[in-house]
């Protein structure tokens, strides 16, 4: 996370957790002077607006100098050592008020990194837990979560491809809701191709207020059709498993 529309959705999730700096590539470490003075730069030193530009033009090309896409967000994330489908990106890109996965603007670079105090990879490694932290307060964690619709979903179109959703899914429910892995295989099996805003938001209010059992889950509240369909399916799935198991 982010790294746009060049790979496949459903790789967003493949190494969410891996955080573990890599090795930088041989083209990037063959760059002696940028490279070896940001070395130096120590992460108590003050911000510096000439410095954050520098450093993002590191990650930019000349025919498109005030914009970091695809190839230099796979540079800047090798240099502060996290894969980019890694969650700590979506918040990073969430601070920046980006608008378009697998790209920074030059704005949009300078309004995040100068209000988290970063202009170097030492710096910005030394935030990342900062950033992290973030997810752990539930109203924060909803902003970021709608945020990332908007963010993930192709910007000619008003709802998310289910591909997408699945893996935005997984990136931030995965680990949370019990239910997920029960979720994904729902939709796998359905009839849906797109996830509209609202079901978006819905999910996450599910996954926060219904009971692993649904015995507090309304059939007649103002749930989307979706999931009543999926509390239909599960109930109907662990019912099969039950008869199942009564029967042997």
Same mark, same amino acid.
């Given at each position: 996370? &982010?790294?746009?529309?060049?790979?496949?959705?459903?790789? *967003? #999730?493949?190494?969410?957790?891996?955080?573990? &700096?890599?090795?930088?590539?041989? #083209?990037?470490?063959?760059?002696?002077?940028?490279? @070896? =003075?940001?070395?130096?730069?120590?992460?108590?030193?003050?911000? #510096?607006?000439?410095?954050?530009?520098?450093?993002?033009?590191?990650?930019? =090309?000349?025919?498109?100098?005030?914009?970091?896409?695809?190839?230099?967000?796979?540079?800047?994330?090798?240099?502060?050592? !996290?894969?980019?489908?890694?969650?700590?990106?979506?918040?990073?890109?969430?601070?920046?008020?980006?608008?378009?996965?697998?790209?920074?603007?030059?704005?949009?670079?300078?309004?995040? +990194?100068?209000?988290?105090?970063?202009?170097?990879?030492?710096?910005?490694? !030394?935030?990342?837990? $900062?950033?992290?932290? *973030?997810?752990?307060? &539930?109203?924060?964690?909803?902003?970021? $979560?709608? $945020?990332?619709?908007?963010?993930?979903?192709?910007?000619?179109?008003?709802?998310?491809?289910?591909?997408?959703?699945?893996?935005?899914?997984?990136?931030?429910?995965?680990?949370?809701? &019990? +239910?997920?892995?029960?979720?994904?295989?729902?939709?796998?099996? =359905?009839?849906?191709?797109?996830?509209?805003?609202?079901?978006?938001?819905?999910?996450?209010?599910?996954?926060r207020t219904i009971s692993i059992d649904l015995s507090n889950y309304d059939i007649d509240g103002a749930?989307?059709?979706?999931?009543?369909?999926? !509390?239909?399916?599960?109930?109907?799935?662990? @019912?099969? !498993?039950? @008869?199942? =198991?009564?029967? #042997?």
């Amino acid at each position: 996370m &982010p790294r746009g529309k060049r790979r496949a959705a459903d790789t *967003i #999730s493949d190494n969410m957790d891996h955080g573990q &700096p890599k090795r930088a590539r041989t #083209s990037y470490t063959s760059i002696p002077t940028q490279q @070896s =003075s940001r070395r130096h730069i120590r992460a108590e030193d003050g911000f #510096s607006q000439k410095r954050c530009l520098t450093w993002f033009q590191e990650y930019t =090309s000349p025919d498109e100098p005030e914009t970091l896409g695809p190839d230099g967000m796979e540079k800047f994330c090798e240099d502060i050592g !996290v894969e980019p489908e890694n969650i700590v990106m979506l918040v990073l890109a969430y601070k920046m008020g980006a608008t378009q996965m697998g790209f920074f603007s030059q704005q949009e670079w300078l309004k995040g +990194l100068t209000e988290l105090d970063c202009d170097s990879a030492a710096k910005m490694v !030394v935030k990342l837990d $900062y950033l992290r932290s *973030i997810l752990n307060d &539930p109203n924060s964690f909803k902003s970021i $979560y709608r $945020y990332a619709y908007d963010f993930a979903k192709d910007s000619d179109q008003r709802c998310m491809d289910i591909l997408t959703a699945k893996a935005m899914l997984q990136l931030l429910l995965g680990k949370h809701w &019990p +239910l997920y892995p029960q979720f994904a295989q729902f939709l796998e099996q =359905s009839k849906y191709k797109a996830i509209n805003k609202d079901q978006w938001c819905n999910i996450l209010e599910f996954s926060r207020t219904i009971s692993i059992d649904l015995s507090n889950y309304d059939i007649d509240g103002a749930w989307p059709v979706m999931l009543d369909e999926f !509390v239909e399916w599960l109930r109907l799935q662990r @019912s099969q !498993v039950t @008869s199942t =198991s009564g029967s #042997s």
